[in-house]
């Protein structure tokens, strides 16, 4: 069943990514679109644990960074959605989650990808998005992804605890 599993988390990244990067492209506020790529790894992380959430996270942010218009050191995303994945995962409830507590798990792992995405930025010296503007990012994209998490987590997370019900929370 692992490999049925697999290759749905893919699927799930890969519609998340031609989403995000094409629908909510021209929706985009401030210039921010919402990640649709990391509530696909929140998902999987508060129903499946950090491991599965880390492999899903990282391959998420490395196609992340590399679709197109991507205009950032390949690689950021792969880590903020890596440790992400791990993060969510950790913290995760042992019984199922309350809807509170997913939006409150969404809102802090917005803050933290975005957070490591940017200041991976600044460390490696990329101008894309400067120190000053970055809170201005932060909180957008906290509020995109808040708003789009009653759409998205509950039928991501009841389709991955479907795959494995004897492990998913």
Known sequence: MSAV???VAAVAVALALVLQVSVFGPLAWEGVVPN???LVVVAGALTRGPQFAMVLGFGAGLLLDLAPPADHVAGRWALALLLVGYLVGRVRPES???ATTVVATVAGASFVGTS???LSGVLLSDPVVGVGET???LAVSL???VLLTPFVLPPLM???RRLEP???L
């Open 96 to 98: 199922r989650p309350t």
């Open 5 to 7: 599993r697999g290759v």
């Open 116 to 118: 490591v995405f940017a």
């Open 158 to 160: 009841a389709l991955f």
């Open 135 to 137: 809170l201005s990012v």
């Open 166 to 168: 004897a492990h998913a």
């Open 143 to 145: 509020v995109w992804d």
């Open 36 to 38: 649709l790529c990391l």
